[in-house]
């Protein structure tokens, strides 16, 4: 997919699309143009539990609970999906600092098993997972901020998808510009939402103190034991938990990655965990499963119950947490797109770096545009179940890598090494995730399937096709250098393993 086109910091002589010095900022230097690591400990932190809290704890409940059928159940998959996650970013602190690139797993699949399976896994990202994900983020962020002007009545879809809009592209254009501003604005919002779900969770405990037990009587009644509704109800809360493994994706970016990956995995999954399981607690002492399964805005619901007056405060909270959210996802999602672009799985201007602010902006703006289609639908819970099928059969194959790895790699140096049970617990666990949805939800993981066979005939006329018609590449290259111009951007400095 790449093009030779440009102009690269790593050659002795100018290519034909080179830009001229004049036109590059006074003071400016193009040598050594690559990402810097800006981001510290905090940052990190702020990065996964930012990305992790975004929609999941306002939207999933309803969607664990209808699938779980009881109270019990459902408490007992968001503690499950809890500790999956740990046992995910475990294994991911071994990854991460074995392979210190950004990417993530598709840089871990690309070096275990090739660059066919590596584009794959790329290609159902960019076509589905990260979109996806920011439109729903994007979509509940709307929902939650339209729902004072609409109390009684569903927002216009056209308002929910116009403000969606109005939220990727400010965030996009905060990421393209700074990466100093865009984890400015993380740091803000994850410590907003953290205060609305402390707010949430002290009120349950209020409710608790006062006798509010009423829904924990016969927990498990009425649950639904078989094994797809299960496992959709893992979906759903899987979803929620989504975004512990996005440090690794800019693990270039990262002070000190082999002490403070590990450290911001750890504190982030054991926080997130108790919040979302405290926050779950709290909305069954004041809200009835009947009602959770009827609103999808349960989190208002349990305000506009207990704070009375005070209860426009709920909207505006979960309105900032998805904003952070957005951003989250944003930001460490556009580095994939730039890992890609740099293996030439992805056009080459989206590796290439702004000059005066080192953002990969091409791929920020890149990533913004593609999640803006997936505004056309508003039906959050499919597109929940399209990301989650594909998105744990990569990830599955990315813990896969750790074990082919030992065997590949038995001598590499590894700062951390995780015990090999657990990521053979890891891999067992999602093939169940994988193989149960597609018997008992055919159609959304069949659709899944289809796309991501989609890729195949995209990996060969795109990657293993090389002698392409001289004006196709012509055209790319002058593609290339008018976003250059537009820009300010050039190719990256290639890092060295």
């Given at each position: ?49 930012g ?12 969607g ?9 159940l ?14 995910g ?13 950004s ?30 994900s920011?439109a ?5 962020f ?8 609409f109390?009684?009545?569903?927002a ?9 809009a ?7 254009t905060?990421?393209a510009?700074d ?11 994850t ?7 402390a ?12 006798g ?10 009425g ?14 809360g899987?979803?929620a ?6 440090l ?14 590990p ?9 997130v ?5 405290l926050?779950?607690v709290a ?7 009947q ?16 704070y009375?007056?005070?209860a ?23 580095r ?9 799985h ?20 890149f ?10 639908s ?18 599955g ?22 015990g ?22 055919p ?6 399937v289809?796309i991501?066979c ?13 002698s392409k ?8 290259d002058?593609?290339?250098y008018?976003?250059?111009k537009?820009?300010l951007?050039?190719?990256a ?5």
């Open positions: 997919m790449s093009s030779r086109g440009g102009y690269n910091v790593n050659d002795n002589s100018i290519p034909l699309h080179s830009m001229d010095s004049k036109e590059m900022p006074v003071g400016e230097e193009t040598d050594g143009v690559k990402l810097k690591p800006k981001i510290t400990l905090v940052n990190g932190i702020t990065v996964i539990v990305s992790i809290i975004g929609s999941g704890i306002f939207l999933s409940p309803k664990v609970l209808d699938e779980t059928g009881s109270v019990g459902s408490l007992t998959v968001w503690l499950l999906c809890g500790l999956f996650s740990m046992v970013a475990y294994c991911y602190t071994e990854l991460g600092t074995l392979i210190v690139r990417g993530a797993d598709y840089a871990y699949i690309y070096e275990a098993f090739g660059p066919f399976l590596a584009f794959l896994r790329l290609w159902v990202e960019c076509m589905i997972v990260r979109p996806c920011t729903v983020v994007a979509l509940t709307a929902n939650y901020v339209l729902y004072p002007l109390p009684t009545c569903p216009p879809t056209i308002a929910v998808q116009l403000l969606a109005i939220c990727i592209i400010v965030l996009t905060i990421n510009v990466v100093k501003w865009s984890m400015r604005v993380q740091d803000i919002f410590y907003a939402k953290l205060l609305a779900l707010l949430i969770i002290i009120t349950g405990i209020v409710q608790l103190c006062l509010e037990v009423e829904y924990f009587q016969n927990p498990f009644e649950s639904k034991w078989n094994a797809g509704s299960i496992s959709i109800a893992f979906y759903q899987l979803f938990y989504n975004g512990w493994n996005y690794n994706y800019v693990i270039e970016e990262l002070k000190d990655p082999y002490k403070n990956l450290r911001a995995s750890w504190i982030s999954c054991i926080l965990t108790i919040i979302y399981m926050a779950n909305y069954f002492t004041t809200v009835s499963p009602e959770i399964s009827q609103s999808p805005a349960v989190a208002v619901v349990f305000a506009q119950r207990l009375g007056v005070m426009w405060m709920m909207p505006i909270f979960v309105a900032l947490s998805t904003f952070g959210g957005v951003n989250g996802i944003l930001f460490t999602s556009s994939l797109f730039y890992a890609g672009s740099r293996e030439g992805m056009p080459e201007v989206l590796s290439f770096i702004q000059i005066k602010k080192l953002t990969p902006a091409p791929a920020v703006i990533m913004g545009l593609t999640s803006l289609i997936y505004l056309a508003t039906d959050m819970y499919k597109l929940i179940t399209y990301v989650s099928f594909v998105n744990w059969l990569a990830i194959l990315s813990v896969f890598a750790l074990i082919v790895f030992r065997y590949q790699r038995p001598n590499a140096h590894r700062p951390i090494k995780v090999i049970f657990w990521p053979i617990l890891y891999v067992a666990v999602s093939i169940f995730l994988v193989v149960v949805p597609l018997y008992s939800n159609v959304e993981t069949g659709l899944g289809l991501i989609t890729g195949i005939p995209v990996y060969i006329i795109c990657v293993v096709w090389k018609p001289k004006t196709f590449t012509r055209w790319i002058s593609m290339n008018l976003i250059q537009l820009l951007v050039v190719p400095e290639k890092k060295e393993n």
